[in-house]
């Protein structure tokens, strides 16, 4: 339902500026403000998302409008999860304006994924292309997170070095509770994209009888739970955490959006994110 998505959309803008503000200003208020207006939009754009798989008679995660609205809603929710165990209220400095900018793309996107839906629920697997796509999306939301804490790894620990301190220095958590918000966060990415590909293995081959196509978002998948399984692994050593460790998890995210946007310029067959 658009005007539903609309009014989730305004009140995730009004969540961006009121965090931005409170991240300038360091303001409790401006901090409360910005959790409850993206609460609102949180619950709206549920709604939004149950209305058209209710009207449409479908999973709603089919072409990439739907896929960018769910990415959206993903985000929004894993914020709030993050939120609730680490107070790093400085995350939604970084995550509710790319949520506005998300659900904006996906209201102005059309979509022309009849042929799809079809090929989709055309097994008697049918139950796993949800499963498969919702897991990997999910994933793609706990990889987000660690490239925000890898980032606020970075800043923080380059005005250490130089001994500044400013008070940018000071909106940030600290070191080990980003470092702590990456290593969680690519523990339970890799997790979620463990078991995307599997599912999307099983409904392939239930489908078509393959269970690999060399199509370039496999392939692409394939690189990225390679590399977020190498960052686990440094993490786990004490020479690699810190620095190379954030460095890493910013690469895994360049990846990340290679697997979620470069492989429809690269003509994958995947009609979803």
């Not at 990415?189 to 409904?203: D, K, V």
Request: hydrophobic share 55%; proline share 2%.
């Amino acid at each position: 339902m658009k005007l539903i998505l609309l009014t989730a959309l305004a009140a995730y803008v009004i969540a961006a500026i009121h965090s931005l503000l409170a991240f300038v200003n360091k303001r409790r208020a401006l901090e409360s403000i910005a959790l409850w207006t993206a609460g609102i939009g949180l619950a709206l754009h549920t709604a939004s998302l149950v209305l058209d798989w209710v009207q449409d008679g479908r999973y709603p995660l089919f072409g990439l409008r739907e896929t960018l609205s769910f990415l959206a809603w993903t985000i929004v929710a894993t914020y709030f999860i993050v939120i609730s165990r680490y107070r790093a209220q400085a995350l939604g400095t970084f995550s509710l304006p790319l949520v506005s900018i998300l659900t904006f793309a996906a209201i102005l996107t059309r979509d022309h994924t009849g042929g799809a839906e079809g090929a989709a629920g055309s097994t008697t697997a049918a139950w796993m292309f949800p499963v498969h796509t919702t897991l990997l999306v999910f994933a793609y939301a706990a990889f987000f997170v660690v490239f925000m804490a890898s980032v606020m790894y970075l800043l923080q620990e380059r005005e250490l070095k130089l001994k500044t301190f400013s008070a940018f220095f000071h909106r940030l958590p600290s070191l080990t509770t980003v470092n702590e918000i990456a290593t969680l966060a690519a523990g339970v990415g890799l997790m979620l994209l463990s078991l995307g590909i599997l599912t999307g293995m099983l409904w392939s081959s239930e489908r078509d009888g393959r269970i690999w196509h060399n199509d370039p978002k496999e392939i692409l998948a394939g690189l990225t739970w390679l590399l977020y399984m190498v960052l686990i692994l440094y993490r786990a050593s004490a020479r690699w955490r810190g620095r190379r460790a954030a460095w890493l998890g910013v690469l895994g995210f360049a990846l990340v959006l290679c697997t979620f946007f470069g492989a429809r310029l690269m003509g994958s067959y995947h009609v979803f994110g």
